[in-house]
């Protein structure tokens, strides 16, 4: 899907399909560099996550294994409450493993800062997080992210993965929506 197919629904393109490669090469390079000689386990987070996963994979040089887990955050309307459900699972035993997870975006960090706690007390050897959006609540919880593809206002956006409605995930760029689609 491309903008001329959405191109009445969305507002602005926020980072294009270019920019979102460009600075995912340099992330992998980063990546390759910090597990030279290690084991990577890379963990995404479902739905979101599957774009991100799938580009950055394919530009680590590093041998990697990959799993999912989806998870599930209770909270009033669309604001996260921290309380998280596992849907579904790892399929991997995690002891002594280097892990890192895979995430589109972090917006109050509460989803992410439950799941590495997690991960970390089941053995693993080390738990990094590396997200392509980062929005400003972020800074507000305890979460050490140590890679991020970009710092975003405060805004709600779709494409790359991230859906309105399970809408717009196949767009190969980070929009914003035009306001009549979500009023
Ligand atoms: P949080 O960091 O616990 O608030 O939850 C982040 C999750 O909320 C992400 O993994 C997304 O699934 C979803 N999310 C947050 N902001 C956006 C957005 O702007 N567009 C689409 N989904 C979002
Ligand atoms: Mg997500």
Redesign the pocket.
Known sequence: MQYDDVASELQDVLLTEKQLQARLTEMAAQIDADYAGKDLLLVG?LR?AIMVMADLSRKLRTRVEMDWMAVS?YGSGTK?S?VVRILKDLDTDLTGRNVLIV??????????SWLAANLRSRGAASVEIATMLR?P??AKVEVDVKYVGFDIPK????GYG???AERYRNLPFIGTLAPHVYS
């Open positions: 987070v979101g955050s996260s921290g995430e589109d975006i972090i917006d109050s960090g509460l989803t992410l929005k609540e972020a805004a709600f956006v779709v991230l859906d309105y």
